[in-house]
């Protein structure tokens, strides 16, 4: 069983500053995919980033990145120079290689930019 | 391009009424997923489809609750009869079996069954 934990359940950032939001994850399978979403108070997921378990570079997206420590099995995902805009929900979540595509999300974490 | 399509946004419906949601997935995506989301227990997945056949279905809470994909480009999901604690937030998602199979969402259909 595949398991995914983001242990922020709120965090709070200033403007312009970096924030790291973590998630850590429990897997059997060799091969996966990380991923993060970003929900808005709108209401919809957006896909952020993906990190596949065999890439030796950590991902990167414009001001996201991911920390990808495999030994750990960990998948922080880094918000550098925050924007107001980024205050949202952002979820973790993993796909093994059972041969479904299914996702495992974590229960998300609040993420407060302030002025 | 457009992106996953559902409808209708809001639904407000009386307990024991049919509710049936739609959803267009993005233009040559051949899996497609229904998610129920909840303040008490997050996103679930309700059920999951690859080239228009239920694969896992293990979500779908209680008989009440049914999908289809009748075509690549369309899928139902339908709750009846409905009742209160069915009020959520349904999403669609679709994704492409390849690379990295990531999963584009649809904008959700907020249910209300009073």
């Known amino acids: 069983a595949q398991k995914i934990t983001q242990t922020q359940p709120g965090m709070f950032v200033q403007e312009k500053e970096a924030v790291t939001l973590d998630c850590t994850y429990d897997?059997?399978?060799?091969?996966?995919?990380l991923f993060w979403y970003k929900q808005p108070s709108s209401g919809e997921m957006i896909f952020l980033i993906y990190q596949g378990s065999y890439d030796e570079q950590n991902a990167t997206e414009g001001r996201y990145s991911l920390n990808f420590q495999k030994a750990r099995k960990s998948a922080n995902l880094v918000i550098s120079a925050s924007q107001l805009g980024d205050s949202a929900m952002y979820f973790c979540?993993?796909?093994?290689?059972?041969?479904?595509?299914?996702?495992?999300f974590g229960k998300g974490t609040m993420l407060l930019v302030s002025p | 391009d457009a992106g996953v399509i559902q409808s209708p946004r809001h639904e407000v419906t009386e307990m024991g009424q049919e509710v049936t949601l739609r959803c267009k997935p993005i233009?040559?995506?051949?899996?497609l997923f229904w998610y129920r989301q909840t303040m008490m227990r997050g996103l679930e997945l309700l059920i999951y489809?690859?080239?228009?056949?239920?694969?896992?279905d293990s979500g779908m809470p209680e008989d009440r609750f049914s999908a289809k994909m009748p075509n690549a480009s369309f899928s139902t999901l339908k709750i009846q009869p409905s009742e209160p604690r069915d009020s959520a937030v349904y999403f669609c998602?679709?994704?492409?079996?390849?690379?990295?199979?990531?999963?584009?969402f649809g904008p959700g259909t907020r249910l209300l069954v009073l």
């Open positions: 489809f690859n080239n228009n056949v239920p694969i896992d």
């Open positions: 979540a993993m796909r093994g290689s059972s041969g479904y595509s299914t996702l495992t």
């Open positions: 998602a679709s994704s492409l079996d390849r690379d990295q199979e990531t999963q584009y």
């Open positions: 897997t059997s399978d060799q091969s996966y995919g």
């Open positions: 233009s040559g995506h051949n899996s």
